[in-house]
Antibody
């Protein structure tokens, strides 16, 4: 079955960097575009951006350019989200999720989420 | 800063019906299919409705979706305590980020 398994919680100091992994199983990562979603504490879902896993071409949402970087390692079927120069307001759960190839604009599988806490 | 507006909360007694609205514009709902996601407390979102009104296998027909113009609606009939969750609409936007989500609606079963 399709699974997206993310790396564990992270506690970082302001100014540091973090890299969240998202390992796909049950399908080949390059077959479906991937989206990264942020959910701040007690807040709603917010799109960080999307990556075309076939070409590696990223599209970042407004407000997520510069410090947020998507990458892939197709040899291990894994996607990554790196956030640099962390700020307290980056504290959130970050989800990776897969766009369906069968249903327009639908996100059919989600990772379990990775809590990133930024605190001094 | 979501471009899709939902009511913050709706509630009803067990067995009753609730509807959740999702209001957007021509750059999103007006021109793209809408999905709905259920997020149970402490868990990742789950796809409930895709392409405005279709249900993935395993989703009960108590959940329904519709769309008219630049607004979409999620309906839940026969409300159960297990339906208590946050619900989000989502779609594409031609002007903004690759995907946009609604502000979210908390469903409470009284």
């Amino acid at each position: 079955q399709v699974l997206l398994v993310q790396s564990g919680s992270e506690l970082k100091k302001p100014g540091a960097s973090v890299k969240v992994s998202c390992k796909a199983s049950g399908y080949t990562l390059t077959n479906n575009a991937l989206i990264w979603v942020r959910q701040a504490p007690e807040q709603g879902l917010e799109c960080v951006g999307r990556i075309d896993t076939n070409t590696g071409d990223p599209t970042y949402a407004q407000g997520f350019t510069g410090r947020f970087v998507f990458s892939l390692d197709t040899s291990v079927n894994t996607a990554y989200l790196q956030i640099t120069s962390l700020k307290a307001e980056d504290t959130a759960v970050y989800y990776c999720a897969r766009f369906s190839n069968s249903w327009y604009y639908a996100i059919d599988y989600w990772g379990q989420g990775t809590l990133v806490t930024v605190s001094s | 800063q979501s471009v899709l507006t939902q009511p913050p909360s709706v509630s009803a007694a067990p067995g009753q019906k609730v509807t959740i609205s999702c209001s957007g514009s021509s750059s999103n709902i007006g021109n793209y299919y809408v999905s709905w996601y259920q997020q149970l407390p402490g868990t990742a979102p789950k796809l409930l409705i895709y392409e405005d009104n279709k249900r993935p296998s395993g989703i009960p027909d108590r959940f329904s979706g519709s769309k008219s113009g630049t607004s979409a609606t999620l309906g839940i009939t026969g409300l159960q305590t297990g339906d208590e969750a946050d619900y989000y609409c989502g779609t594409w936007d031609s002007n903004l980020s690759p995907s946009v989500f609604g502000t979210g609606t908390k469903v409470t079963v009284l």
